[in-house]
């Protein structure tokens, strides 16, 4: 499997989604309960736009697997972008709250809070998000674009 897996995770990042999903699929049908493969199937349908799709494989994730941050980070990306900003505000916070040294979800809920034009709470996530990861340039970039 790490082969196969390994040749889709390539694809992937390729762009070449169709051939990563297709293969993600044949993985799953060997392994139903693998919420990794759940997830970058999820993620995939993010990258095709497909939010409400990624809502439901990422939350099927998240059910098998209710401890990994990353999938609550997804999660609310999917959220954000249907611009329901208070689930996606509700899942940033769980990510940090199983780990609070994750920088992405803090510039995650940045973005959300300076879309919602409260500026102040987006100037501390994204500080947040610097203090942890001071290499962070889309911390930093962000940070930037509230004093342009």
């Given at each position: 499997?790490?082969?196969?897996?390994?040749?889709?995770?390539?694809?992937?990042?390729?762009?070449?989604?169709?051939?990563?999903?297709?293969?993600?699929?044949?993985?799953l049908e060997?392994?139903?309960?693998?919420?990794?493969?759940?997830?970058?199937?999820?993620?995939i349908s993010?990258?095709?736009?497909?939010?409400?799709?990624?809502?439901?494989?990422?939350?099927?994730?998240?059910?098998?697997?209710?401890?990994?941050?990353?999938?609550?980070?997804?999660?609310?990306?999917?959220?954000?972008?249907?611009?329901?900003?208070?689930?996606?505000?509700?899942?940033?916070k769980k990510?940090?709250?199983?780990?609070?040294?994750?920088?992405?979800?803090?510039?995650?809920?940045?973005?959300?809070?300076?879309?919602?034009?409260?500026?102040?709470?987006?100037?501390?996530?994204?500080?947040?998000?610097?203090?942890?990861?001071?290499?962070?340039?889309?911390?930093?970039?962000?940070?930037?674009?509230?004093?342009?």
């Open positions: 499997m790490t082969g196969t897996l390994n040749k889709a995770l390539d694809f992937h990042k390729l762009g070449k989604l169709k051939e990563a999903k297709k293969i993600y699929n044949e993985l060997k392994d139903p309960s693998n919420f990794k493969l759940i997830n970058l199937l999820g993620v993010l990258q095709l736009k497909n939010y409400n799709k990624a809502i439901i494989l990422i939350s099927k994730a998240i059910n098998i697997n209710p401890n990994h941050h990353a999938l609550y980070n997804n999660l609310g990306v999917a959220y954000k972008e249907l611009e329901k900003y208070e689930d996606a505000i509700k899942n940033f990510a940090v709250e199983l780990n609070p040294d994750y920088a992405e979800a803090f510039n995650n809920l940045g973005i959300i809070f300076k879309d919602l034009k409260k500026y102040n709470e987006a100037y501390a996530y994204y500080k947040q998000c610097v203090k942890i990861n001071p290499n962070s340039s889309e911390g930093y970039y962000n940070l930037g674009l509230l004093f342009y």
